[in-house]
């Protein structure tokens, strides 16, 4: 479910790592004899927000590894002590592994990332012409023959999320009674090819996406305006259109939670408390994601090159952490 990435270099600045030196005693720090395991997921920004929190974890002397781990197996490994902290949980897309852990005091939130967010069906913006009457759901159904692919015939498509990513768009289209299928994308580049290919040909896409994404620099896009999210949606079939079942309607607000092992706060103090003060702006994560996703750069340079424009940012967190 989860496999160790091997960085060959350190991505902090020497300048930088050599002001942070000896800011933190061993007390302060925790078992600097033991690696702190962070979780890589499936996409480009969770990669950012996890590279830049082990560089600064790294600049304070903790040995950090990254390693690879689904979206819902990293709550069995983070409560079982084999990942210590994942850094970017949409908690509207964590299934029910993440409320039961928590429950059971396994995991613990260290607090909110802080990213602006969106989160729904997204569409080309000349989808409106193909669909009169988006971006309300109700076009949907009247368009449902623009649609339909030789793999969901007789029912209109909707590409969802990869499936390791949970089933998101299938209990929207079945709660709302829709007559779509969710079609699972391989991957966030999947979703992404099929995105910029759909605008360049001017061919029907709906699509479960999120925001803050690089893609939107370059694709004009809408949102479908499902029922806005409420409480009662998940407890109430006489809440929204769907009169016999709960969930018709739109996906939560999301929040992007900082989450760790239940044991990581005693073993590492100073880690915990860099990461309890670490966030990341939004139209920062976004610029980076442009920088790794499309125009190819690497994310070790990228990383390496926020942190050094950016010391005053993040410099005080790790300062306040280990003084």
Partial sequence: MFHLTKLGARLIPGTAALMLAGMATAAELGATDEPIRLAINEWTGQHISTHIA?????????????VTAGNYPQHT?????????????WTNNVGDIYPKMKAAGRIVD???LGLTTREGWMYPKHMEELCPGLPAWEALVGCRDRLVTAETFPQGRILAYPADWGTRSADIIRNM????????????????????AADARKTPLVMMFWAPHWVFAEVEAGWV???????????????????????DCGVEAPVTMKVAWAGFEEKWPAAWAFLEA??????????????IDQDGEPIEAVVAAWMEENAAVWTPWVEAATQ
């Fill in 77 to 89: 490994a983070l409560a079982d002590g084999d990942l210590h902290a994942t850094l970017e949980v």
């Fill in 278 to 291: 670490y966030t990341l702006d939004t139209a920062a994560q976004e610029a980076m994601m442009k920088a």
């Fill in 110 to 112: 260290i607090g909110p």
């Fill in 225 to 247: 305006a499902l029922p806005a999210y409420e409480p009662a949606c998940d407890t109430d079939p006489a809440w929204g259109p769907n009169p016999d079942a709960t969930g």
């Fill in 54 to 66: 082990g560089e600064a974890l790294r600049s304070m002397g903790y040995d950090v590894e990254y």
């Fill in 177 to 196: 009674g829709l007559d779509y299928k969710a079609v699972p994308a391989g991957s966030e580049g999947a979703l992404v090819a099929e995105l910029k």
